[in-house]
């Protein structure tokens, strides 16, 4: 039973499942590219390497010959992930899943191409001369992402043709690895936004958590909520698209799948073969297993008859307002005092303005009321400062 995991990204959503790991006696060793970093703080052992350095990483796998390989981030150089299979290694939720998934050009030709699903209208562009041609395709506004990049980092909106240049660079700084390629998306009149956490099983059926509402800011979630109130036809609808593009993808896992809820039905936006940010909700004992353990217990092959929502939550991002190389907090105690409310700091050695550093979670019954509760979610992490 016990497995050797090769955690590739050590940030906070890395730090939960290495926690989630450790709790049933598996061996985790953390990558990133600093010390320190969240997850290494509570593995077993770590490495330091820059991930698309394919060389490096094939010396860590050569070296730890770990049972599994989980990717963390989008920035590893995930084709060799197809020759570590050859190998016998196992990838985490599949080397396939990994590459389309870390290339938002390939995810989105086969959910929208491949698969048939309704996407917004986009096109791609790999120059500031393409971009202003593909942003008079898709129409203004318009949104524009990096095709490798994460937290929204790169993510801006064009609404007048004297934003396109601006965006163009503004894409390049947020841009992860050696893509300079970005997606032009024509902006969706949506109503709601919501996750599905999507769990795939190796010889099980496909579940589907409670669906998470989120709201973003700067293309970075601020708060999440679970249950999201939705049509149950919206919900069936992004239940058989995740079904559809996960089966597609192969493998056992937990992915976040990302929804546009319109007066016109819905979209597939994104997809994560990982835990999510806006999951951290489960944090907060929302259901039977948080995501961190779903995605463990998939990994591990062990099986999940079912998952239950227990309560209702949300949870609230803590934001660092300062550059600093040792990250100091106050007003937790105001948290701590909080009835059913709780929160989680990352450990991040350094902080910067808007780096995500902690977060709050806060629950009710079943009965509860879901705006209440995001509310004070959402209060606690504005009275605790990181500077």
């Known amino acids: 039973m016990k497995k050797k995991i090769l955690l590739l990204g050590s940030g906070e959503l890395g730090k939960e499942f290495v926690i989630a790991a450790q709790r049933i006696g598996q061996t985790v060793i953390a990558v990133d590219s600093y010390e320190n970093a969240p997850a290494m703080q509570v593995a077993h052992g770590y490495e330091v390497i820059n991930m698309l350095d394919g060389d490096a990483l094939d010396a860590i796998v050569a070296k730890h010959k770990p049972d599994y390989i989980v990717p963390e981030i989008e920035a590893i150089r995930t084709e060799r992930f197809y020759e570590y299979e050859k190998q016998g290694y196992t990838i985490v939720p599949s080397a396939k899943a990994a590459n389309y998934t870390m290339n938002r050009k390939a995810i989105r ?19 500031a001369k393409a971009l202003k041609e593909a942003v008079k395709y898709v129409g203004m506004p318009c949104v524009v992402k990096p095709l490798m990049s994460s937290s929204g980092k790169g993510q801006s909106t064009i609404k007048t043709e004297a934003d396109i240049q601006k965006a163009w660079e503004y894409s390049q ?35 589907f958590c409670p669906p998470i509402g989120h709201r973003q800011e700067r293309g970075d979630y601020q708060e999440s909520w679970q249950p999201a109130t939705m049509e149950d036809i919206h919900l069936k609808t992004a239940q058989d698209m995740a079904a559809q593009v996960t ?19 819905v979209y597939f936006s994104e997809l994560s073969p990982r835990p999510h940010d806006t999951g951290m909700v489960t944090l907060g004992n929302t259901q039977n297993f948080n995501e961190f353990e779903l995605h463990l217990r998939a990994v591990l092959g062990l099986p999940i ?83």
């Open 109 to 127: 030709d086969l959910a929208a191409k491949d698969l048939g699903l309704k996407t917004a209208k986009y096109e791609y562009a790999t120059s």
């Open 173 to 207: 700084e947020g841009s992860r690895g050696d893509v300079a390629e970005v997606i032009v998306e024509a902006f969706v009149n949506f109503n709601y936004e919501i996750t599905l956490l999507t769990v795939t099983q190796r010889d099980g059926k496909t579940l």
């Open 247 to 265: 089966e597609a993808l192969g493998g056992a896992g937990l992915w976040g799948v990302e929804f546009f809820i319109a007066d016109d039905g």
């Open 305 to 387: 008859p079912e998952i239950t929502q227990e309560r209702i939550g949300a949870s609230a991002v803590i934001l660092a307002s300062a550059h600093s190389d040792n990250p100091r907090f106050e007003g937790i105690e105001t948290v701590a005092i909080a009835p059913k409310s709780d929160f989680r700091l990352f450990g991040k050695p350094s902080s910067r303005p808007y780096r995500r550093m902690g977060v709050v979670v806060a629950y009710d019954d079943l009965g509860g009321d879901i705006e209440t509760v995001t509310k004070r979610a959402k209060e606690l992490a504005g009275k605790v400062r990181v500077y």
